[in-house]
C-alpha cells in the first residue's frame, strides 16, 4: 500500500501525464527569463541530440537555411560526450559485498547476476543517461536461474517517488513500442502489482482486470523499478548549452569565411577618361605589349591590377579554443581530454584540474550509492536471498596513475597496510583479481620452500 489512495487507472493517467509535462518550475521572481521551459519528453530529446552527436543546426536566415544546411552540418562539435565519457570511465562498481559473504572478491552472488546480466554495459548505460538526461531508471527482472537488470531510457519511464522514502519508487510506468505486433504497450507498477496496457485507437485500456503479483520485494516497496537523479536535477551539459551552441555558432562563422574568401580576389582597374579623339588619329599603342609569348601578360596602358588580402582567422580559432576552455572549467572536464595540446602543461596546473574532477566523481558516487544498494536488494530477494544486507560497493579507482607511481606507493606502504589493501587501493585491482594475486603467492611460497639459513649450509658439510 502507499500513502495514496488511487486506482490503477488513476495512477495511470497521472504517471502518463508526466511524460510532456513541464518538470521544472517557473522562477517567481518576476524577471525576464530567457530559457524556455520546455515539456519533459521535449527536453530530454534536446539534451540526448547534443550526447549522441546530433544537436540542432546553427541558426540562419530562413531564405539561407536549405541552401547552407550541409554546411551547418559539419559545423556542429560533439564536446557534450566528453564531459559525460570522463565521468563513466571513473564510475566502474567493481563488486558488491554483503554482511553474508565478505571475502576478499566481493560477493559471489552478486557476482553471478553481474556476469548473467551483463551488469557492467547496463549500468554504464543507466549513468550515461543520468548524466546525459538528468535522471534514470534501473529495473530488476525476475529470471530463472538469476535476475537480470536493465537499464531504462527516462524518455520511456517515469516514477513518483515515496514521500515517506524518496529512495524508493511508490508507482512507476513503462511505456515501450512492440515492433513485432506494432502496438505501443505501457506497464503500471504499484506495491506488489503489475498492470499491462495497451494503446488501442488513441485510448489506453488494460489487459486484464487483475494484476499480476509482483512477490518478494514487499519490504523494498514491492516496485522493481530504481530511480537515480543527478545533481539539482539537471543533466551535466545542460546548464551550459549556451556554450556549445555558441562553439557551433564560432565554428560555422569560420567555416563560412574560409569558404568564401579561401583564393584571393584580383581586379583590373582602368582609368576614368572622358577625353575624346577629335583628330581621327588612331591611338599610338605598344605593340611589344601585346606579344605573344607563353609567358607573358598583356597590360593594357593605364590599368592597373588589384589584388584582396586574405582574411586572418585566427582571432575565431581564439575565441573558439577560449569557449571549449570555458566548457572544460565549467563541467570539472579534464581539459587534456578535449583539447590534447593541454597535456604539455605544468604539473601544477594538472593537478589542480584532477581536484575538480575527483570531488565532482565522489558527489556522484554518494548520489547514486543510495539507489544502486536499494537495486541490489531487490536483485538479492528475486535471487531467494533477501537476507542478504550490509551491502558495500567497491567502486573502481577515481585517478589513474603510472606503474612507477604505484610502484613507489606500494614499497612504502608495506608497513602500514596489507597485502590487500596494496593491491586493491595501490594497484587498483578488483576484489577478484586481489584475491587470485594472494592466492598465487601463496602457492609461490610453498614451492618455493622454506629459506635457507647459515646452519642449514653448515650441517651440509
Not at 107 to 133: Q, V, W, Y
Not at 374 to 380: D, K, M, N, Q, T
Not at 418 to 442: C, F, G, H, Y
Request: hydrophobic share 40%; net charge negative; charged share 30%.
Amino acid at each position: 500500500m502507499t500513502v495514496y489512495d488511487l486506482t490503477p487507472t488513476e495512477w495511470f493517467d497521472l504517471l502518463n501525464e508526466r511524460f510532456t509535462a513541464r518538470t521544472k518550475p517557473v522562477w517567481q521572481d518576476g524577471r525576464p527569463c530567457p530559457t524556455d521551459l520546455k515539456p519533459r519528453n521535449k527536453a530530454m530529446d534536446t539534451l540526448w541530440s547534443y550526447y549522441v552527436g546530433d544537436p540542432p543546426l546553427p541558426q540562419v536566415a530562413e531564405k539561407y537555411r536549405d541552401i547552407f544546411r550541409e554546411e551547418m552540418r559539419k559545423a556542429r562539435c560533439n564536446y557534450a560526450p566528453m564531459c559525460v565519457g570522463a565521468m563513466l570511465d571513473r564510475m566502474e562498481l567493481q563488486a558488491v559485498s554483503t554482511d553474508q559473504d565478505r571475502d576478499t572478491n566481493g560477493d559471489d552472488l552478486a557476482a553471478r547476476i553481474m556476469d548473467e546480466s551483463g551488469f557492467a554495459a547496463r549500468f554504464k548505460d543507466c549513468l550515461a543517461f543520468m548524466f546525459g538526461m538528468s535522471e534514470s531508471f534501473a529495473m530488476v527482472v525476475p529470471g530463472d536461474p538469476l535476475p537480470s537488470i536493465y537499464a531504462i531510457d527516462p524518455r520511456r519511464c517515469v516514477g513518483i517517488p515515496d514521500p515517506l522514502n524518496p529512495v524508493r519508487l511508490c508507482a512507476a510506468l513503462v511505456r515501450e513500442y512492440d515492433p513485432v505486433l506494432k502496438t505501443e504497450r505501457a506497464f503500471l507498477f504499484l506495491p506488489g502489482e503489475k498492470w499491462e496496457l495497451r494503446l488501442d485507437d488513441n485510448y489506453w485500456r488494460l489487459t486484464s482486470d487483475e494484476a499480476e503479483q509482483v512477490t518478494g520485494i514487499d519490504h523494498l516497496g514491492g516496485v522493481p523499478i530504481v530511480r537515480f537523479e543527478n545533481a539539482n536535477g539537471l543533466g551535466e551539459y545542460e546548464p551550459h548549452i549556451d556554450l556549445l551552441d555558441r562553439i557551433n555558432d564560432t565554428t560555422l562563422q569560420r567555416m563560412v569565411l574560409t569558404k568564401y574568401q579561401s583564393f584571393r580576389q584580383r581586379a583590373v582597374v582602368l582609368e576614368d577618361s572622358d577625353e575624346d579623339d577629335e583628330d581621327g588619329e588612331e591611338p599610338d599603342l605598344d605593340t611589344d605589349a601585346l606579344a605573344a609569348d607563353p609567358g607573358s601578360l598583356w597590360v593594357l596602358r593605364g590599368a592597373t591590377f588589384w589584388e584582396s588580402n586574405q582574411a586572418d582567422l585566427t582571432p575565431i580559432i581564439t575565441a573558439k579554443r577560449d569557449d571549449v576552455k570555458e566548457f572544460a572549467a565549467v563541467t570539472s572536464t579534464p581539459l587534456h581530454l578535449i583539447t590534447p595540446d593541454a597535456a604539455n602543461g605544468s604539473a601544477e596546473g594538472a593537478a589542480l584540474m584532477r581536484e575538480s574532477a575527483t570531488s565532482k566523481i565522489r558527489d556522484r558516487r554518494a548520489r547514486v550509492t543510495p539507489p544502486l544498494k536499494l537495486l541490489w536488494r531487490i536483485a538479492f530477494s528475486f535471487a531467494g536471498s533477501p537476507e542478504r544486507t550490509g551491502l558495500r560497493l567497491h567502486w573502481g579507482p577515481i585517478e589513474f596513475r603510472s606503474l612507477a607511481e604505484k610502484g613507489s606507493a606500494s614499497a612504502q606502504a608495506q608497513a602500514a597496510l596489507s597485502t590487500e589493501r596494496i593491491l586493491t587501493d595501490i594497484w587498483e585491482m578488483s576484489p577478484q583479481d586481489a584475491a587470485q594475486v594472494i592466492q598465487q603467492r601463496m602457492a609461490d611460497a610453498l614451492l618455493a620452500g622454506p629459506p635457507v639459513t647459515n646452519s642449514d649450509r653448515t650441517d651440509q658439510l
